[in-house]
């Protein structure tokens, strides 16, 4: 695409400019892409995106429990004998808008990918690619890459091995990694996901003709490819995410309640899965976190300070800045499935620095000992800090 | 964003002007409530006013499914409808300040109550301050600004709507946004002076 044009832009211009508004929008290059193939607009580029994304933003969200009032006011006002087809109407709207912004269609879809999550067991064992057939392939290294061809039949393991299967119609393929290991995916549709240690991932090996959608548990940095006719969904049993082109890191952890979703490029957003009529579309801006509350019933949104901290793992390594010393334990006691235990002083230390995520997990404790200015010693199953 | 297709609502329209059928407009009535209690904030700060308007509008589509028709745009047709039946209401009820053919004169932009930490954050920035030059427009500005972002209707569609040329449409948000952009940078160099004066001082 030539952007020789943007190079005399103020960023009213951007924003009146079409292409630039596909852009920031639809995130098919990144703004920090457009920033650095127009050097000399950086700041104008910036100003016009949060200008855009400012008069672009809903400025006003009735609770649906009003909407649903009036509604049901609008259809009182005809004549009598509507009454009892109106129940039967307003019960049948219910369970329409009942999935929020996201329609009663993919609610279906939802429990498509849902009921097969919940009626295939899985150990996290070995990292192990699961394909349509129901064939275990199994997958021996720390770091292992998978990439689909573009008809979800041809599977190459490791960039070496090539597995053949077909595919049929609602065969899912699950990859599972586990604790203390990590894997890159490429999807066929050219999706870009890294799996933590400890998560699984779900999709079929070929999307369907009008979305695409995984289905999460643990965690997964995305770069989903752009494709403005197939909207892209990565479930989770707390919510789902609906991604408009992109770069986020999603965390769904069932054992510990956690559910974050931390946004680096472009725009998601995300609805709770069993919000019903009091669910809504909770969009998310880069440099921002959505977490699931306690209570399950809502999702908070806030700004985050270091965003590579939480795709580093990718790479193999954790970094830190003045971060809670129990936070950063919780974190590498996840990644290796470990206990890790600290006495309560040790708890309100703060730790900077850069930790490599290496295959045992002693030496990344040695690691955070130096660090932490402390020792370690294990009991039983357990590791414990002290000063 | 969570836009509503437009071509969808308008085969959703058509399928309610058939035969009355009364989830299609259900459909619509749900998922542009937002859009529309927004754009009547452009003309009133007056909530009841705006509740019974978009109420009032979707009873009359109701009762007078018969003479409805198909239309090409199907947001702007309901976006110009309910503008119509609002500033109806409010010339009723006086609200209306005759020096101002289209506004009650009083708008002011509304901060988005999406998400009160979100608001917080986000907001909390850039937002506010972008908020407060939006509300230096004048009216006319502010509606044209709405008409084009929020609801993404077509220079055309929206000179349709405001009865003024497309030209004249276009340059008026151009206009509007060279404003905000300039009161930005000049809030901007004022903040930085600031500093540089309290580093002098002290």
């Known amino acids: 695409m030539d952007f020789y044009h943007f190079n005399t832009y103020n960023a009213e211009d951007f924003i009146m400019d079409d292409k630039f508004r596909e852009i920031v929008n639809e995130g098919f290059i990144s703004i920090e892409d457009l920033k650095d193939r127009v050097p000399l607009k950086r700041q104008e580029i910036k100003l016009a995106v949060d200008m855009l994304n400012k008069l672009q933003i809903k400025e006003f969200q009735q609770s649906p429990e009003r909407k649903l009032e009036q509604w049901n006011r609008i259809l009182k006002q005809q004549k009598k004998s509507f009454r009892l087809r109106f129940f039967r109407y307003a019960a049948a709207i219910l369970i329409l808008v009942g999935g929020g912004s996201f329609s009663y269609f993919h609610y279906k879809q939802r429990l498509a990918i849902e009921n097969f999550v919940a009626s295939s067991a899985i150990n996290f064992q070995n990292t192990e690619l699961i394909l349509a057939n129901g064939k275990h392939v199994g997958i021996d290294r720390i770091q292992s890459n998978i990439k689909y061809s573009a008809d979800g039949k041809g599977v190459m393991v490791n960039d070496t091995t090539e597995m053949k299967q077909s595919v049929a119609e609602g065969a899912y393929n699950q990859m599972i990694v586990p604790h203390g290991k990590r894997s890159q995916i490429v999807l066929s549709d050219g999706t870009k996901v890294w799996i933590n240690s400890g998560s699984r991932l779900v999709y079929l090996p070929v999307f369907k003709a009008n979305m695409r959608e995984v289905f999460l548990e643990g965690e997964a940095y995305f770069e989903v490819a752009k494709d403005a006719k197939k909207p892209f969904y990565v479930r989770t049993d707390a919510y789902t995410i609906k991604v408009y082109g992109t770069k986020f890191d999603v965390q769904a952890y069932k054992s510990d309640n956690e559910y974050n979703t931390i946004l680096m490029e472009g725009k998601v957003s995300l609805e709770i899965n069993h919000g019903g009529v009091l669910s809504k579309e909770h969009f998310l801006f880069p440099d921002h976190k959505a977490s699931l509350s306690e209570d399950k019933e809502d999702i908070l949104i806030s700004e985050v300070a270091n965003i590579d901290n939480y795709t580093a793992w990718k790479d193999g390594y954790l970094i830190f800045k003045n971060e809670a010393f129990s936070e950063l334990l919780k974190r590498v006691s996840r990644y290796y499935n470990i206990n890790i235990e600290v006495n309560a002083q040790m708890q309100i230390k703060h730790v900077s620095g850069k930790l490599d995520l290496k295959d045992n997990p002693e030496r990344v404790l040695d690691g955070l000992a130096i660090i932490s200015k402390a020792r370690y010693a294990k009991h039983e199953n357990k590791y414990v800090f002290y000063e | ?202």
């Open chain 2, 1 to 202: 964003m969570n836009k509503p297709d437009n071509t969808d609502y308008k085969v959703i329209w058509e399928m309610f002007i058939a035969d009355g059928n009364k989830e299609a407009l259900g459909l619509i009535y749900f998922s542009h409530y937002d859009l529309l209690y927004s754009f009547g904030l452009k003309y009133t700060n007056d909530n009841q006013l705006i509740e019974d308007a978009i109420q009032n509008i979707f009873s009359y589509f109701l009762k007078s499914v018969n003479h409805l028709s198909s239309v090409n745009n199907f947001k702007a047709y309901l976006l110009q409808s309910f503008r119509h039946q609002l500033i109806n209401d409010l010339k009723r009820e006086n609200k209306l300040k005759l020096s101002n053919q289209f506004t009650g004169g009083s708008s002011e932009y509304h901060e988005p109550e999406v998400d009160e930490i979100y608001e917080k954050e986000w907001n909390g920035r850039i937002g506010k301050t972008i908020s407060k030059c939006l509300n230096h427009l004048s009216e006319k500005q502010k509606e044209v600004i709405f008409l084009r972002f929020q609801s993404e209707l077509s220079y055309n569609e929206i000179s349709v709507m405001l009865d003024i040329t497309v030209d004249s449409c276009y340059k008026l948000v151009y206009r509007s946004l060279k404003e905000i952009r300039m009161e930005l940078e000049q809030m901007h160099i004022t903040s930085k002076q600031m500093i540089l004066f309290f580093m002098n001082k002290f």
